[in-house]
Every structure is written in structure tokens, then in C-alpha cells.
Nanobody, 124 residues
Framework: QVQLVESGGGLVQPGESLRLSCAASGFSFSDYAMNWYRQAPGKEREFVAFITNTGDTTRYADSVKGRFTISKDNAKNTVNLQMNSLKPEDTAVYFC?????????????????WGQGTQVTVSS
């Protein structure tokens, strides 16, 4: 079965760091681009970070650029999110996402796998 399991969340003070991990199984991890999303209470889920299937290219939301780093280890089927200089506004449930483009004729769709999320709370 397909599984994405996040870990590493917790309670930290502003300015501190946290490292999230996502363990993947049940699909061809090396073929999938990976993302981190987050969702705060009462808000829409928002994009945080992206990495290509090979791990050669990354992209970040402006709100976390320069503070967060996404990485991918295809040998271990894991994707990580190093979060530095955390702010209260980073408080959210963080979700791991695996995505691949599936083409059909001239059309296409994206196949997505999602984890259950891990809570990150930044508070003094």
C-alpha cells in the first residue's frame, strides 16, 4: 500500500529550528516530485516547498525562502524539510506530498499521494 508518514513535528520557540521527515513506501519514489504543504486552523492548505524527482531542483514559497530547505534521498525513500528561524506564523500541520504527471493522449493529470501530517507549533 502507498504510504507517506511525516515525523519530526513539535513545539519550539521563535528563532529555533526543526527538521521534518517523510518516509515513503508503496510507490516508485524516485519517479515522484515531492512537496511540503502546510495548513493552519481555519486556513487553506498552502504550498511550502518543492523538489524534483531527482532532487536537482527546488522551489519555495516566498514566506519560507531562505529559512527552509527541502531535500530528497531516493536511496532511503525519504524527503526532509529543514526549518530554521521559525516564526509563529509557521505554526501549522505540515503535509508531505508526492506528485507525478500522467499523460493520456494530448491531455494530462497529476497523481498525488498525501501523508497524514505532523503538527508544528512555534510559540513563546
Amino acid at each position: 500500500q502507498v504510504q507517506l508518514v511525516e515525523s519530526g513535528g513539535g513545539l519550539v520557540q521563535p528563532g529555533e529550528s526543526l527538521r521534518l521527515s517523510c518516509a515513503a513506501s508503496g510507490f516508485s519514489f524516485s519517479d515522484y516530485a515531492m512537496n511540503w504543504y502546510r495548513q493552519a486552523p481555519g486556513k487553506e492548505r498552502e504550498f511550502v516547498a518543492f523538489i524534483t524527482n531527482t532532487g536537482d531542483t527546488t522551489r519555495y514559497a516566498d514566506s519560507v525562502k531562505g529559512r527552509f530547505t527541502i531535500s530528497k534521498d531516493n536511496a532511503k525513500n525519504t524527503v526532509n524539510l529543514q526549518m530554521n528561524s521559525l516564526k509563529p506564523e509557521d505554526t501549522a500541520v505540515y503535509f508531505c506530498n508526492g506528485r507525478i504527471k500522467r499523460s493520456r493522449g494530448t491531455g494530462y493529470r497529476f497523481e498525488n499521494y498525501w501523508g497524514q501530517g505532523t503538527q508544528v507549533t512555534v510559540s513563546s
